[in-house]
């Protein structure tokens, strides 16, 4: 899984927007392999994953 630098480059290079990528950055912190989001934007983050 990408450490916190992987996911602030990931909002950096536009993959999402700033509150996604503060929600996804503090669930890996707290042990979550991946935050479930329907947002299609969102899902680009790597701490993201897609709910179809």
Request: net charge positive; charged share 30%.
């Amino acid at each position: 899984m990408a450490g916190r630098a992987g996911l602030h480059a990931d909002y950096k290079a536009g993959r999402g927007d700033f509150a996604d990528a503060a929600i996804g950055d503090i669930n890996h912190i707290r042990g979550c392999e991946a935050t479930a989001t329907f947002d299609r934007r969102a899902a680009r983050l790597r701490s993201f994953v897609r709910v179809t």
